[in-house]
């Protein structure tokens, strides 16, 4: 079992920044694939970024490529989601999510990964 912790949401303006955190405990081990999705109001749930088998790649959808960044501290078993120039789009909850088996082919499909965090909620607003 993993279990997965996300923190670090909230209320920011159109243009300002935020980290996310994904802490994790539980079976994950250095080779594991972390993850971070979100889902809008009345949308699906959504790729954002991925840290491949920990750390060997990092991967970003188009829409939050240049503005975000993800990292992973392995000493903490942490990952982290810095988001700058954040717009309106963005807001939704953001979930961090493991898996240790998952393959490439199979990175932006939220359907592959076992094991999900309580989600956080960022909101950019004016």
């Known amino acids: 079992q993993v279990q997965l912790v996300e923190s670090g949401g909230g209320l920011v303006q159109p243009g300002g920044s935020l980290r996310l955190s994904c802490s994790a405990s539980?079976?994950?081990?250095?080779?594991?694939?972390m993850a971070w999705f979100r889902q809008g109001p009345g949308e699906e749930r959504e790729f954002v970024g991925a840290?491949?088998?920990?750390?060997?790649?990092?991967y970003y959808a188009d829409s939050v490529k240049g503005r975000f960044a993800i990292s992973r501290d392995s000493a903490k078993n942490t990952m982290y989601l810095q988001m700058n120039n954040l717009k309106p789009e963005d807001t939704a909850v953001y979930y961090c999510?493991?898996?240790?088996?998952?393959?490439?082919?199979?990175?932006?499909?939220?359907?592959?990964?076992?094991?999900w965090g309580q989600g956080t909620q960022v909101t950019i607003s004016s």
């Open positions: 840290i491949w088998r920990g750390g060997s790649s990092v």
């Open positions: 999510a493991v898996d240790s088996t998952l393959i490439l082919s199979s990175l932006r499909n939220p359907g592959a990964y076992d094991y």
């Open positions: 539980g079976r994950t081990t250095s080779r594991s694939t």
